[in-house]
């Protein structure tokens, strides 16, 4: 099983792929990954990188990836912990850390500021390292 964040989602969506290229393993997300897609997907459109139909266009390959939405009543305390722990400001990053955390897996991120900044959790990863 993997945890993966928005940004692997957009990439995928983005390429015109699956999530095929991350193995064979059960994929799955936060209930964050939806609203920070469609929010990527959005302000990118609102800068001009790409257009409003391309917008909506990803937001419904969204919608086909082969993600599974997880949750466990232990997440919002897991996520406060992790970021404290790395002296985050902020919750979401720590959210998709929170549930690999919890569900004993790794996460896979495109975001070098997360992998980084996890780095002494020992479960973030980038899809080179996988």
Not at 48 to 68: F, K, M, N, P
Not at 89 to 118: P, Q
Request: with cysteine; aromatic share 8%; proline share 4%.
């Amino acid at each position: 099983m993997l945890v993966v964040d928005a940004n692997v989602a957009v990439y995928s969506c983005n390429a015109g792929r699956d999530l095929g290229w991350l193995g064979d393993q059960e994929l799955c997300a936060p209930a964050l990954l939806w609203p920070e897609f469609r929010s990527a997907v959005r302000s990118a459109a609102w800068r001009g990188d790409i257009s409003v139909e391309r917008s909506h266009e990803l937001a419904l390959a969204l919608g086909r990836l082969a993600v599974t939405p997880r949750t466990n009543r232990r997440l919002g305390p897991e996520a406060l912990r992790i970021a404290e722990k790395l002296g985050w400001a902020r919750c979401y990053d720590a959210e998709y850390c929170a549930l690999a955390s919890l569900l004993g897996c790794r996460l896979v991120t495109f975001d070098g500021r997360l992998r980084r900044g996890a780095d002494r959790l020992g479960f973030v990863i980038t899809p080179a390292e996988l």
